[in-house]
């Protein structure tokens, strides 16, 4: 079991369809990460947020949306995505920096 | 930019040790390791600093070289448990706190 939770596990969209992606995290941690995950790949930087700000944007297209309503959880909202973004989609917390990061078990997601 | 890790994939024998290495073209300030099975998420291994010494826990141990900015990671005795891909992640600076690139990967097997 991981402290990072990361909901649904598994999403099948069609390239019109509007979904979200949840996580959440109570360790406290003040920064939280999304990070993409192609297969035989390493995990690629999305965003980040830190102190619930959006500190660092990886020149993620805008069919990609992030929002961290509060300290704890951090939402990724899709809309319009296309097959290219079927992927693992990992989500990340961590205390301050230089510190480890935790992350959670992903949402395996598929484009139609 | 990318880190470089090598070798690409590694197979051991049970008790055999193992070396992994990642180099980066940039100055680093800071190298983590994590291991990551299949079907799972990445797991936290250990932080080297810019000016730390050697890092170790149980049989994994990892240094840090700053002249050459590389960083190995240390597998002794080997495990059938130590199988999966081992990433590093690199922060480079004061000007991208957070900011942790990911290496290819090393897949690592560990045969009875």
């Known amino acids: 079991d991981t402290e990072v939770t990361q909901t649904p596990k598994h999403l099948v969209m069609g390239m019109t369809n509007k979904k979200s992606l949840k996580c959440e995290q109570h360790?406290?941690?003040?920064?939280m990460y999304w990070y993409k995950q192609k297969a035989k790949k390493p995990p690629e930087l999305m965003f980040v947020?830190?102190?619930?700000?959006?500190?660092i944007n990886e020149s993620v297209p805008s069919r990609f949306s992030p929002e961290c309503p509060n300290s704890s959880l951090l939402n990724l909202h899709l809309h319009a995505l296309q097959p290219e973004d079927s992927a693992l989609y990992l989500c990340a917390s961590s205390q301050v920096r230089d510190q480890p990061q935790h992350f959670g078990d992903g949402t395996r997601l598929s484009i139609l | 930019q990318q880190p470089v890790q090598s070798p690409q994939a590694v197979i051991l024998r049970e008790g055999e040790d193992a070396v992994i290495n990642c180099s980066s073209s940039k100055a680093l300030y800071s190298v983590h390791w994590y291991r990551q099975k299949h079907g799972e998420a990445p797991v936290f291994l250990m932080i080297?600093?810019?000016?730390?010494e050697q890092k170790g826990h149980d049989k994994i141990s990892a240094s840090f070289n700053e002249k050459k900015q590389q960083s190995s990671l240390y597998l002794t005795a080997s495990q059938l448990s130590y199988s999966g891909t081992y990433f590093c992640?690199?922060?480079?600076?004061?000007?991208?706190?957070?900011?942790?690139?990911f290496g290819p990967g090393t897949s690592l097997s560990v045969i009875p």
């Open positions: 947020y830190s102190y619930e700000k959006l500190s």
């Open positions: 992640g690199t922060e480079w600076g004061k000007t991208s706190y957070d900011k942790v690139i």
């Open positions: 360790m406290g941690h003040r920064a």
């Open positions: 080297l600093l810019k000016g730390g």
